[in-house]
């Protein structure tokens, strides 16, 4: 049987490779973001704000969700680069961080408890960052901040909607291969390595939704394997 994924931040990076992966698969995706999706039945919205999850509420409707795959991230203007200022950041991009990787994911939930309650098995991921944990954290406060948060509001989920059997996952990658990533190495605004495959990060999310109820995966941290000679 065909699911129901609501895919947000799928416009571009690895939200869109996920929505790729999805609707070639056969499952009706709902694209969530704020330019138009190239593919599965676009949502537009802007997550830095109530009315944008309100508009994606209202988009839904009533129907059921088998997974809710939050996939966007933002981060600071010249993050994880040698020209990141912490003390230049001004408190508007900090703002704007925290609203959309964290005050979102936790909204959007607690507003498709319902459609998520329909589905047989029902999953919620989300994607956080190697940033976001004790071996990762970096000088991007706002970014690193948020992506803590992340994964205790995930955890706090949990048990608030514990009788709703929904499974609750965090990914935390490390560097993925997204085009700004390739286009920022070859301009020596990020450092030469070896980021992780795109492949890698879907095939971790797909490999969580094929899970049975009664397996639960509260984190993957993938990091990158900086020793391998090949792709």
């Known amino acids: 049987m065909n699911r129901t994924l609501l895919v947000v931040g799928a416009s571009r990076g690895i939200g869109a ?19 138009p999706a190239e593919v599965g039945e676009w949502i537009e919205a802007d997550l830095a704000s109530p009315t944008g999850i309100t508009q994606i509420l209202d988009a839904v409707g009533d129907r059921p969700i088998d997974g809710l795959l939050f996939i966007a991230g933002v981060w600071e203007k010249h993050a994880f680069s040698e020209k990141f200022r912490f003390t230049e950041s001004p408190p508007e991009e900090t703002r704007f961080l925290i609203d959309v990787n964290l005050v979102a994911p936790i909204e959007l939930t607690k507003g498709l408890v319902n459609n998520l309650r329909q589905a047989a098995s029902p999953r919620a991921i989300y994607m956080g960052s190697i940033s976001g944990t004790e071996q990762g954290v970096s000088a991007e406060v706002a970014t690193a901040g948020s992506k803590f948060g992340l994964r205790g509001a ?12 929904i499974g609750f996952t965090v990914i935390n990658p490390g560097y993925v291969a997204t085009e700004e990533v390739i286009e920022d190495m070859a301009s020596g605004a990020a450092p030469q390595q070896m980021p992780i495959p795109m492949d890698d990060v879907v095939s971790a999310v797909n490999w969580v939704l094929g899970l049975s109820p009664r397996s639960e995966v509260g984190e993957i941290t993938l990091l990158q394997n900086n020793l391998c000679d090949g792709d």
């Open 154 to 165: 995930v955890m706090a989920l949990r048990h608030a909607l514990k009788p709703e059997g």
């Open 17 to 35: 490779a996920v929505a790729r992966f999805f609707h070639a698969q056969g499952d009706h995706v709902l694209s969530v973001s704020r330019t």
